[in-house]
């Protein structure tokens, strides 16, 4: 996944904080945001012609930046629980937290989210019966830094971490995991290297070819440009990007009891993607809300008893 960060700072050339009223301050953000997006497209455009391969490193990196915002750092645990530090297969440290007892269920969070985002999962689950289990993915929360520094990450990265996770705590009993981690979770039962008897894909992400093909236009990336970013990207996975597609990973049926929560009015993954993927796999079913958004869906009392019913059932 990707993200351009044209959030804005809030403070002057001085460094003072700007002072703003109330209906001036979105404003100034949103021209914020436009100029630094005007800059990264006039630095892109003038490199595609002169150093080609450098706009393409630099499109890469742009790729790998997480998002800002504090949408994303929201934190719905009922507690802290049992925090454990482990050891990525790349060497940094992951950082997981577990509460409960009995069998496994894990929180996969999305693209520049962190585990306390599925924290209302926690007490519902807990109660029934289940140790719950969070994971901060490189980059993301209180894990280490991605293997391409501050403020990056890599959707193999948040694979890794959950297999560094299942490594530890063994196989769930269900994996519930939310946008770009739905693709995370498919693609770890996927390969086999952890079993699981349920799977919930919260606002699935779409596929990747539509990913990059509106990263590109974000960015008006040029034709060379465009190519030089998908080989880059190809290369650090060791695989096609086509391999990531939800549709395909399920298609087959033999990924878990499946269940799929979109929101029809979801601004960051479509609902149409949710419906695809649950007409794609045998194994899912899928259910729509409706108001919740891509992020206020983890909240919803709602959604998280839908959830705990479709984990402990038989």
Known sequence: MSAVDTSASGTSASGTTAPATPTRAPRRRQLASRAR?????????VLSVVAPRVAGAEAFA?????PGGTGRRKDYRPHTGEVVE???PRGGRVVAEAWGDGPVVYLVHGWGGWRGQLGAFVGPLVDAGHRVVAVDAPGHGDSDPSVLGPRRGTLVEVMEALETVGA???DPVAVVAHSMGTTAASMVLSAGSMRADRLVLIAPNHDFADILGEFARTLRLSDRVQTLLRAALEEFAERPLSDFDLGPLGADGQLPQTLVVHDRRDKETPFAVGRSVAAAWPTATLVATDGLGHQRILRDEATIELVVQHVTAR
Not at 62 to 66: D, E, K, P, Q, S
């Open 37 to 45: 997006l005007a800059y990264v497209r006039g630095r892109l455009r």
């Open 62 to 66: 742009l790729w790998c930046t997480l």
């Open 86 to 88: 482990l050891t990525s």
């Open 168 to 170: 530890r705590f063994g």
